[in-house]
């Protein structure tokens, strides 16, 4: 009976995965098959290395855009890895259990709250924050960057602190044994011991930045031009596609479904990159 129940489990689960796989290879047919005639009727090189997206005019260059996105993402990267991944040392090795037990529900609530909410917030404090401080409008890159940086944390928090309590208590009570102070053995035993499962983190961190859409709207001032600077406004290609698709057709639609295929590949990326600096990590 436990056999034949394992065996059906087994087929659940294969199918499962099966499904999983046949989701993922309908978006990429759509997608490409969407996508890339549109590219061609544009010109590739046109397309990508364009400056100017105007498609009354059928002009469609998303270099502005790739940029934007490559731009703002980076900002995200230095305003959320660090704090994220010193907030995970602090949880795991150096939080006391009554201060534990505040902060980390406050920080699985921040991986809850909905992009608009965090877009809303980045409107009314953020956006007048940059404003009085830097001059201007204060939807720009900077304000994207920060609002993007505060929403990766939860997710880089929480894997790179799985990541540090999984590694065996045996190489910080190595270090110990070594006469190394407590914060070398955490630094220089346990966290490079961690380092996959931090990498791990903050992979995630990243494609959530870069796919991240409303908040992002809300915040970067949506202008297709080539950023000009951090207190300038930009547009990323998740904006551009949610602010055009709703009346885009024929050839403008294609480009926007075009730009969508970029953006699937530069995850693509993100996740072979991780892949490969994971073994390189292991090995």
């Not at 010109?43 to 996105?69: E, Q, V």
């Not at 994220?84 to 991986?111: E, H, N, Q, W």
Request: with cysteine; proline share 4%.
């Amino acid at each position: 009976m436990n056999k034949a129940k394992e065996q059906i489990m087994h087929v659940v689960f294969l199918l499962s995965a099966c499904a999983s796989i046949f989701c993922v290879a309908m978006i990429c047919v759509f997608l490409f098959a969407n996508g890339i005639p549109g590219m061609a009727k544009i010109g590739i090189f046109k397309f990508l290395a364009g400056t100017t997206w105007k498609p009354g005019n059928n002009i469609f260059g998303i270099l502005p855009m790739i940029l934007g996105s490559i731009y703002v993402t980076a900002g995200a990267i230095i305003v959320g890895v660090p704090i994220g991944i010193l907030t995970a040392v602090f949880m795991s090795r150096f939080c006391p259990k009554g201060l534990y037990r505040v902060v980390k529900p406050a920080i699985d609530l921040l991986a809850g709250i909905p992009s608009v909410v965090y877009g809303f917030f980045g409107m009314v404090v953020i956006v007048p924050a940059m404003s009085a401080v830097f001059g201007g409008s204060g939807k720009s890159m900077a304000a994207a960057s920060l609002l993007l940086g505060i929403m990766i944390l939860p997710t880089i928090i929480g894997v790179s602190e799985s990541a540090i309590n999984a590694v065996p208590e045996s190489y910080y009570e190595g270090s110990l044994a070594l006469g190394a102070s407590h914060e070398r053995s955490v630094f220089f035993a346990t966290l490079p011991a961690a380092k996959s499962g931090i990498l791990a983190g903050v992979i995630l961190g990243i494609g959530r930045a870069i796919g991240e859409t409303m908040a992002v709207i809300m915040v970067a001032g949506n202008q297709a031009r080539m950023p000009k600077g951090v207190f300038e406004g930009v547009r990323t290609m998740t904006a551009n596609i949610v602010l055009e698709m709703g009346y885009a057709t024929d050839l403008h639609r294609e480009a926007l479904i075009a730009t969508a295929v970029v953006l699937f590949v530069f995850i693509l990326l993100i996740n072979l990159s991780f892949s490969a600096l994971s073994r390189k990590a292991e090995a």
